[in-house]
């Protein structure tokens, strides 16, 4: 360390080996395959959402019989055959990553066959009118398809599974908001907790390669536009304050429903669910299509174009359509369809902003939206850092840098105080209940005849 380095030395070693050349080229044709599935998945996504607001226009009362038909089918094929699709896909990932779950275990989480299908079946969801976002699931499409590349590298490669499925999640973020210091930020606060350096560079080329590939297919445009921000100045400290509080407590509400109803907690709805799920998805579908008819389509699907209309003062989600998008979003996760919460979570977050505004009759409207959007979705998350830079950063408002991130901060506080973290309380449960099926098919035949305790699995 106290040597100067030698450039030309360091030349011939990178020089020395072609196996290293190779691994690091398999890498970076894996990163591009992971913008290549996101995009895809965007794509397919929005083609039959869009497919289905044609069809909700046209026959308004036939989604209460498409609708709870296409979730309960949903849910039985997930149970069936892909288990480990279910759900969001962030929590299944930081389980992936979780120290305690055996190595013969992380496939249940992450690998090339869940990618496929977390893409078939969330798409079935948009074609549900489910209220579901494709940006949580992109982390696991994305991570599926980067800790493939292992099987293809050296024994004796540095590249290890933990950076791949980091480089994956942080690329599927990326892709799915363009959003690359979003992915960066993501990558510490949610998946590593540190940015090692001897991965980060991996990392940050995954992201780079992947948005790219978003970039090429989408423009480099923001998810939302650009936000016009008025001169913010004191009289801005009490309604975007409110917001705040609101969105916190909101945030944190939400989290909380999420992880008492998806940890199946002792209640007669949880056992009812997991006696008979595909029931229980039925009829949860059919409860988010009458949600989705009495807003009159509004609820439907991830809810970036109301938001997109809010920012551009021609629409309005109003209170009550903003609570019945908590609820409906609530029972999309609890029937455990495949689909994220991050883009509902904006929308749900922008509704506060705009009931706020126009409670407080002033031209703040835009700026209240993206406090709303970034204070919601960092008390749901906890996950401060990266929901003020995601927000920023698809809404281009960088006027508003200082103003977001002290609304993430104190909406992730207040939530801290009323739920534990989503996340990492879905991924603890899921590797308690990976771990429990472990050690119950590691009991010898021998010794089955002997008592044991009840299999939590």
């Not at 083609?47 to 289905?52: R, T």
């Not at 779950?101 to 074609?127: C, H, N, W, Y």
């Not at 939302?224 to 921000?229: E, Q, T």
């Not at 903003?322 to 979003?329: D, E, N």
């Amino acid at each position: 360390m106290n040597r100067e380095p030698d450039f030309l030395e360091h030349l011939r070693a990178e020089l020395s080996s072609g196996r290293i050349w190779l691994d690091r080229a398999i890498v970076l044709g894996y990163a591009i395959a992971a913008g290549l599935f996101v995009v895809g998945f965007t794509l397919a996504s929005d083609w039959v959402f869009g497919g289905f607001q044609r069809f909700y226009r046209a026959w308004p009362w036939a989604v209460l019989v498409t609708t709870p038909i296409i979730t309960a089918g949903i849910v039985w094929f997930t149970l069936r055959f892909f288990p480990g699709a279910s759900g969001s896909g962030i929590p299944q990932i930081k389980a992936a990553l979780h120290p305690a779950l055996p190595d013969e275990r992380r496939f249940m989480f992450a690998s090339l066959r869940l990618t496929v299908a977390k893409i078939g079946l969330g798409v079935a969801g948009f074609a549900a009118g489910l209220s579901i976002g494709r940006e949580g699931p992109s982390v696991q499409v994305a991570a599926g398809v980067m800790q493939h590349a292992r099987r293809w590298l050296s024994p004796n490669t540095t590249i290890d599974g933990r950076a791949l499925l980091v480089a994956g999640g942080a690329a599927g973020i990326a892709a799915a908001f363009n959003a690359p210091l979003a992915g960066v930020v993501f990558a510490i606060e949610e998946l590593s907790g540190r940015l090692e350096a001897r991965s980060s560079g991996l990392i940050i080329t995954a992201i780079v390669l992947a948005g790219l590939v978003a970039v090429s297919a989408f423009g480099n445009t923001s998810y939302f536009g650009v936000i016009r921000v008025p001169r913010l100045g004191w009289d801005a400290l009490g309604p975007g304050l409110l917001v705040t509080l609101l969105a916190g407590a909101a945030g944190g509400l939400f989290a909380r429903l999420l992880i008492a109803s998806l940890t199946r907690a002792p209640e007669r709805l949880n056992r009812w669910r997991a006696r008979f799920p595909v029931r229980f998805a039925a009829l949860g579908g059919l409860a988010v299509a009458v949600i989705g008819l009495v807003t009159g389509g509004v609820t439907f699907g991830a809810g970036s174009e109301a938001v997109k209309q809010m920012l551009q003062g021609h629409d309005e989600l109003t209170p009550l359509y903003t609570v019945l998008k908590f609820v409906a979003t609530w029972l999309t996760a609890w029937c455990g369809v495949p689909g994220g919460i991050f883009a509902p979570s904006l929308s749900i977050g922008a509704g506060i902003g705009d009931a706020v505004a126009h409670l407080a009759s002033s031209d703040l409207g835009p700026a209240l939206i993206a406090l709303g959007m970034a204070g919601f979705l960092a008390a749901v998350t906890q996950a401060p850092l990266t929901a003020f830079i995601i927000v920023m950063e698809m809404v281009d408002g960088h006027a508003m840098v200082l103003s977001l991130m002290a609304a993430a901060m104190l909406a992730s506080l207040i939530s801290r105080m009323i739920s534990r973290p989503l996340y990492d309380t879905l991924a603890e449960h899921m590797v308690g209940k990976a771990v429990a099926a472990s050690e119950h098919v590691q009991v010898s035949p021998s010794s089955s005849s002997q008592p044991v305790g009840p299999s939590s699995s």
